[in-house]
């Protein structure tokens, strides 16, 4: 079969934000308006600091601007993997900050916690399943590797299951499957755009005042506090967060620590009950493959599978545009190595192929500080595991802002900073050199060559 036949229908936009549940968007800011706190961004970073702000403050004015719609980006097309890992995982946390990775690793469980108990609290139906996530082997010695985190997460008390190949088979079959470490509540299955959604409706029902199509274009101080420069008006303001993560920082500074990656992903037809049959998947676990170039897949509400990752491709100069969404060799890959991992399922179609960038750091995990002596915090870098770990960046920004000092700010992982990336054309030439590096340690057995093993002492990771 020609994968790339399953293709010959898919739309070209994200499959999450053509709900029929999509709300419409709230008017622009046009004249100028007086705020306590502007938030910059209307993804799951700005709506998850606006709402924590107004739990904390009810009384506190909160003005939340974003330059098109809010979940438009990000937060409206990623895979829905919503994790309680605020360190890009266990492995990336153990490495960088051991001694206190078992505060980090409470203080997330206890993140995607509150996560549950705020779409509760508001009724947010944002399809949340508390499944879990299996990370699996597909290559021998990857086996070697689950097993060395297994032990690993043991020693912090942590519980996982380790799955023999039969066992995985139990639960997902695919006869590229050796073994796998089920992670059972530690991520939970979310419909991304109605999550942001819903937080909106949170956020307007607290009564935040949110402004669509109103790009924040300019940052500077105002007397005591701070302005922000709109196209039809300003927003004075006596404390600003920013979540634009991806796109340039309005503090310039942060912008070398900070690159976009565009990820892709294709979402199938619905199954047939046969078809659901034919590869079990009965617990509805999020599933991602321990390669390098790794895919990650999930089911959907109405029994669609999502396949998306492998490809993770930077464009030189970092410029986010888009006509970087739609790349079609990746879509073909996908499709292929689909077919390859189910090939039960063949002749099944795909509706919704799209892409988009993602923030990355050199560290893989989230970075926070402030700018302006204190009047402006910002949250960046959490390289595609921001679902659930925006929620806590909200709380530490907040944290910031109020100059208070907490179990959060006191962490090593929020009062550290990333090594910022190189100039161009470094930064691209290292980009390529590392990518092509990773791709051939997936052919050798996991092989690190002395390219990434250099970057592994200077602490730059590059291991997912």
């Not at 009950?273 to 079990?280: K, N, V």
């Not at 493959?289 to 790794?294: G, L, T």
Request: proline share 5%.
């Amino acid at each position: 079969m020609d994968s790339a036949r399953a293709l010959s229908d898919a739309r070209p936009t994200p499959f999450w934000l053509e709900d029929p549940g999509r709300p419409a968007a709230l008017p622009a800011l046009v004249g100028d308006t007086t705020c306590d706190l502007l938030v910059v961004g209307g993804g799951y970073s700005g709506l998850w600091t606006a709402l924590i702000a107004k739990e904390r403050d009810p009384s506190l004015d909160v003005v939340l601007v974003e330059g098109k719609e809010v979940g438009w980006a990000a937060s409206g097309r990623n895979g829905g993997f919503c994790a309680a890992s605020l360190t890009h995982g266990f492995g990336n946390g153990l490495q960088r900050w051991p001694a206190e990775l078992g505060q980090l690793e409470r203080l997330g469980a206890a993140n995607l916690d509150g996560i549950e108990a705020t779409l509760k609290r508001y009724g947010i139906d944002a399809e949340w399943e508390r499944t879990g996530e299996i990370d699996v082997a597909t290559q021998p010695h990857q086996l070697d590797e689950l097993h060395e985190v297994a032990e690993a997460v043991a020693r912090y008390g942590l519980d996982v299951t380790v799955l023999d190949r039969d066992e995985l088979r139990a639960q997902v079959d695919s006869p590229t499957f050796l073994g796998g470490i089920w992670d059972r509540e530690g991520v939970a299955m979310v419909h991304p755009a109605k999550l942001a959604w819903g937080l909106k409706e949170a956020c307007l029902g607290q009564g935040v005042r949110i402004f669509e199509h109103t790009p924040a274009n300019d940052l500077g101080e105002h007397g005591s506090g701070m302005a922000v420069r709109t196209p039809y008006g300003r927003v004075f303001a006596r404390r600003v967060a920013l979540g634009t993560n991806v796109f340039p920082s309005l503090v310039k500074r942060v912008r070398p620590y900070v690159v976009p990656v565009y990820d892709y992903a294709l979402m199938t037809e619905p199954l047939s009950d046969e078809q659901l049959a034919a590869i079990g998947w009965k617990g509805r676990q999020g599933l991602g493959d321990s390669a390098n170039k790794f895919h990650y897949f999930r089911l959907s509400a109405d029994n669609r599978i999502l396949w998306g990752g492998y490809d993770a491709v930077y464009h030189y100069g970092g410029h986010v545009r888009h006509e970087y969404d739609q790349r079609p060799e990746t879509f073909r890959t996908l499709a292929h190595n689909f077919f390859r991992c189910f090939p039960q399922l063949e002749g099944l179609r795909f509706t919704h192929a799209w892409g988009g960038a993602i923030d990355t750091c050199s560290r893989f995990s989230a970075f926070f500080d402030t700018a302006y002596r204190g009047k402006v915090a910002y949250a960046a870098g959490y390289t595609g595991l921001g679902v659930g770990a925006t929620r806590f960046g909200a709380e530490v920004m907040l944290d910031l802002l109020a100059g208070a000092r907490t179990e959060r700010t006191s962490l090593e992982m929020v009062r550290s900073k990333p090594l910022p990336f190189p100039p161009e054309p470094v930064r691209w030439a290292g980009i390529e050199i590392t990518t092509r590096s990773l791709e051939r340690a997936d052919r050798t057995g996991g092989h690190r060559n002395l390219w990434l093993r250099t970057l592994d002492r200077l602490g730059l990771g590059f291991d997912s």
